[in-house]
Nanobody, 120 residues
Framework: QVQLVESGGGLVQAGGSLRLSCAAS????????MGWFRQAPGKEREFVAAISWSEANTYYADSLKGRFTISGDNAKNTVYLRMNSLKPEDTAVYYC?????????????WGQGTQVTVSS
């Protein structure tokens, strides 16, 4: 049973930073792609960033490049999202997701999400 558990969300002032963590269990994730998505109130869920451990590649939403950094610790099965220079529009529930190697597009597993609130 795959489990993804996010942590690290909270309330932060604009300009501040947060680091989200996603602890994955139930599989060996070394060949998976791990991603972060977010959903703001009244908006659709959007892609934030992803990391492919096997290829050592990272991917970002264009609008977030330079402020957000995704990284992972394969030994700990943990993925991180470092968010700097946070803005009120970054307020959202942030979700961790995992995609199996055989799947090219859709993510197969999702966490429950962690709330990030950025005050102005």
């Amino acid at each position: 049973q795959v489990q993804l558990v996010e942590s690290g969300g909270g309330l932060v002032q604009a300009g501040g930073s947060l680091r989200l963590s996603c602890a994955a269990s139930g599989r060996t994730f070394s060949s998976y792609t791990m991603g972060w998505f977010r959903q703001a109130p009244g908006k659709e869920r959007e892609f934030v960033a992803a990391i492919s451990w096997s290829e050592a590649n990272t991917y970002y939403a264009d609008s977030l490049k330079g402020r957000f950094t995704i990284s992972g610790d394969n030994a700990k099965n943990t993925v991180y999202l470092r968010m700097n220079s946070l803005k009120p529009e970054d307020t959202a529930v942030y979700y961790c997701a995992a995609r199996e190697p055989s799947n090219k597009y859709e993510f197969d597993y999702w966490g429950q999400g962690t709330q990030v609130t950025v005050s102005s």
